[in-house]
Every structure is written in structure tokens, then in C-alpha cells.
């Protein structure tokens, strides 16, 4: 089964049967545009497939990284990084820095957020209002900051550039892993920019080696991501991360913390851009919430409006728009049989807009994620950070981050969209508007 962003999915039962049909469609303003998500394969060929996610969910451990996941961030962030490691690699990873993520040590990050969100707003208002201004490149610009500033303290001296180009250089190759993963090209096989994208790779390491070295003998002024990687512990062994697994780690945080919050805040912007209503209503309880005063942790909690909208933007662009996994064994999941090596991919876009678990699917409407709606929502209907034991352990820290910049920014400034621009989803690594997303900004 092929599934494109262009297709209207529909998912059957509360954690129920994924059968695609390609609808050429346009959905909230957005042109959709073509881009595979994946094939769901058993054998060689599966025309429909019936997954139960809960089974998968519940079998977790026969499934792991399919192999184009695994070639294609392999190169960047390791084979033993908490994103690819498998198995007891995994599982004392996760235990060792689940404390790190607890909701109330990420609370200690949102002063940093929101100085990072001013930032944003102060170059903002040095900017001509005159002409659209690319939110896509602000918001990834936002986010980057802070992963600097909560990770590494803000005294790493990070060429943010330099970051983004490097980081921008090995996702350009990742169409290439996947071709040569479906015809089992051998790895050393060259392709186009492999040279550029290993010089890439090899800056990346090197310079965030250069900074967990660094720290052995300094310690950052503020407590900061990279300090709590250092003093974690997993709790059943006494076992720490070596240096090399701290650096696949951080290069892990740093490509997926800023990459995917930015993806989210981008068309949370053009969303509320279009419905105005819904600016207002997000504006008006920072304001109450708030007032003029920083967005800081008492307050952050308080913005349960914003966080439904962000949550509302995830479902109709989900930043990673699936999930891909293989089977380790045969495993039975509900009436399908899966031989060893099938390859499994969850379409999260399709799930996110399935009229039989969303009312009104294709409708930007905050509102769906009032507290007693969710609770009446089946478990899996909404997965944008995946779900399960391998659900994405950032996922309390992007909400945070989000709606503290989100805050932060709409009430300084109005956002509007420019008249005829039909934003293109592309599903490259994220779901990311080709070329930018321009609005319109003024000072409130």
C-alpha cells in the first residue's frame, strides 16, 4: 500500500484498519502536494493492510527501526543513540535519562524559552512590516536558539549557520538511502553530495565532541541538558553515558528537538493567520494569563488554549507525517500474519484526518482538544509523537517550548496571510511547506 499526503485515509475501529485511496484534494488552503510518506509491505506486495496499533503498540519489542530510518540517520546520530539503539541499548538509555524529562525539571527550561521567544520577537520588530516575512526560517531560527541554550547553556559558541547547513546537507542525502535501502544497494555505493554530507557529518561530530570534552573540566554557569546527560544514571544498574554516547545523544536532541517544534510552530502560525477568531482567542488569554509579564513556569501552565492549538496544528500537519517499523520475528497482529522482515508504516497524516475518528477532519478547530474530548478519544487516534514505550521522550519539552514561543510572539504581533499563497506540504524528513511560509506580521 502506498500512501501520499495527497490521499484521503480512513481508519476503521477505534484503533482500527488503515485503508488508503488517493484523493487529489486541498485541504484548509494548503495545496497538498504529492510526497511519499512510505509502503506498508508483506512479502513484496500489500495492496490494503489492516494494522491494529494497539497490538503493535503492545508488541513493541518485535518491531524495530525499519532500515531506511536507520541508514538514513545512522550517518548523523549513530546506531546506539537513544533514537536507533534497540533492546537493553535502549531500554537503559531511556531509563537513565527519563529523569532529565520529567515535567517538572523541563519546567526549569521555560525562563530560557521564552528569552529565546523575545529574541525573536525584538528582531521582529527591527524588520520591515512592509513585506512578508518567512515564518519558517524564524521559527526554526527560534527553536535552534534555544536547543543551544537549554542543551549546552548558551557558552558552546555554536555556529548556528554552520549548524543548519551541515544539518541540512545529510537530510538532502536521505532520499538517496531510502532508494538504494528498496533496491539493497550496498552503503558504500556513492550517490550525489555523499562527499559533502560525510564532511557535514564529520563537523558535527567533531564539534559537539569538542564541547562534552570541554565540560569535563568546566562547568556551564546555568544547569543545562548537558550537565543532566553527565550525572544521569540508570536506576536498576549504576551504568552512565560514555562521552561518545552522550555526543549521539545530543546530536539526536539537537536534530530532532529543533527541527520538529519548528515544523509545528510554522503552520500553527499560517493556521491562526487564517482564522483570525482563534488569534484572538489565543492573544486574549495570554494576555490574561500573562499580561506584559515573561511567560515563565507558573504561567505556562496556564495556557491551556494555546497548547490545544498547537495540538490542533499537529493533527492536520503532523511534523513526522509517519511511523516506520520492521518485524524482528513472525508476529500475529489481529488477523494478520507478519513474516520476520515486514515492513510496517503507520500513516500518521492520514490517521490525523480519518472522518471516522475526527469529526469535521479537514477543519482547524482547537476546540477538539478540550479535556473531555480527548478522554473520549480512542488512545492511538492522535500520535504526533508517537505512542508507547518508544513515544518520543521530548514530547513534554516541545509542548512547553511551543506554547511559551507561540505565546510570546502572538502577543506581540498579528499574523495574517499573504493573499494567494497556498502553502505546499512536502514530507522530507518533517512535513515542511516547500519553500518557506510567508505572512504577514504586525505590531500589536
Known amino acids: 500500500m502506498r500512501l501520499h499526503v495527497a490521499q484521503q485515509g480512513r481508519f476503521d475501529a477505534a484503533v482500527g484498519e488503515v485503508k488508503a485511496r488517493a484523493v487529489a484534494t486541498e485541504i484548509n488552503g494548503a495545496a497538498i502536494e504529492t510526497a511519499q510518506l512510505g509502503e506498508t509491505a508483506l512479502g513484496s506486495r500489500l495492496t490494503e493492510a489492516r ?16 532500515p531506511t530510518t536507520r541508514r538514513s540517520f545512522a550517518p548523523v546520530i549513530g546506531n546506539t543513540s537513544l533514537f536507533l539503539a534497540e533492546g537493553a541499548e535502549w531500554r537503559w538509555q531511556r531509563r537513565a535519562v527519563a529523569p532529565v524529562f520529567r515535567h517538572e525539571t523541563l519546567l526549569s527550561f521555560v525562563p530560557v524559552f521564552a528569552a529565546m521567544a523575545q529574541r525573536q520577537v525584538d528582531r521582529w520588530r527591527a524588520a520591515d512590516h512592509t513585506i512578508p516575512t518567512d515564518a519558517a526560517a524564524a521559527m526554526t531560527r527560534t527553536t535552534f536558539d534555544i536547543i543551544v541554550e537549554a542543551m549546552l547553556g548558551g557558552s558552546a559558541n555554536l555556529d548556528a549557520d ?33 562527499r559533502r554530507a560525510m564532511r557535514s557529518r564529520d563537523f558535527l561530530h567533531r564539534d559537539i565532541r569538542r564541547i562534552v570534552a570541554a565540560r569535563h573540566f568546566s562547568q556551564s554557569f546555568k544547569p543545562d541538558l548537558l550537565d543532566l546527560m553527565r550525572a544521569a544514571r540508570d536506576p536498576e544498574t549504576g551504568r552512565s553515558m560514555s562521552d561518545d554516547e552522550i555526543v549521539a545523544n545530543l546530536l539526536t536532541f539537537i536534530t530532532a528537538g529543533h527541527e520538529t517544534t519548528a515544523v ?3 503552520w500553527t502560525l499560517w493556521l491562526l493567520a487564517k482564522d483570525q477568531a482563534t488569534q484572538q482567542r489565543v492573544f486574549d488569554e495570554v494576555r490574561s494569563v500573562a499580561g506584559d ?22 493533527r ?27 515492513r510496517i508504516h503507520i500513516p500518521v497524516f492520514a490517521l490525523h484526518r480519518n472522518a471516522g475518528l475526527w469529526d469535521g477532519p479537514d477543519a482547524f478547530d482547537p476546540d477538539r482538544f478540550a479535556p473531555d474530548l480527548v478522554k473520549a478519544r480512542p488512545r492511538f487516534a492522535f ?8 513515544v518520543c521522550i521530548g514530547g513534554g519539552f516541545a509542548m512547553l517550548e511551543a506554547a511559551t514561543i507561540l ?38
Open 162 to 194: 554552520r549548524y543548519s547547513r551541515a544539518l541540512t546537507d545529510n537530510f538532502d542525502t536521505i532520499p538517496w538511502h531510502i532508494i538504494y535501502v528498496m533496491f539493497s544497494i550496498p552503503e558504500w555505493m556513492p550517490y550525489p553530495h555523499r
Open 383 to 390: 500520535l504526533p509523537f508517537g505512542g508507547g514505550p518508544r
Open 316 to 342: 492536520l500537519f503532523p511534523p513526522a507525517p509517519g511511523i516506520a517499523r520492521i518485524s524482528k520475528a513472525a508476529v500475529k497482529i489481529g488477523d494478520m500474519q507478519f513474516p520476520p522482515g515486514t
Open 293 to 314: 509579564q515573561p511567560i515563565d513556569a507558573a504561567r505556562v501552565e496556564g495556557l491551556a488554549f494555546c497548547r490545544q492549538v498547537i495540538q490542533e496544528s499537529m
Open 264 to 266: 509545528a510552530l510554522i
Open 407 to 444: 505565546a510570546t510572539i502572538v502577543r506581540a504581533f498579528r499574523f495574517d496571510p499573504v493573499a494567494g499563497h497556498k502553502p505546499k506540504p512536502v514530507a522530507r524528513v518533517t512535513l515542511r511547506p516547500a519553500g518557506g511560509m510567508p505572512l504577514l506580521i504586525t505590531e500589536r
Open 51 to 66: 494494522v491494529e496499533l494497539a497490538g503493535i503498540v503492545e508488541r513493541a519489542e518485535a518491531f524495530g527501526r525499519d
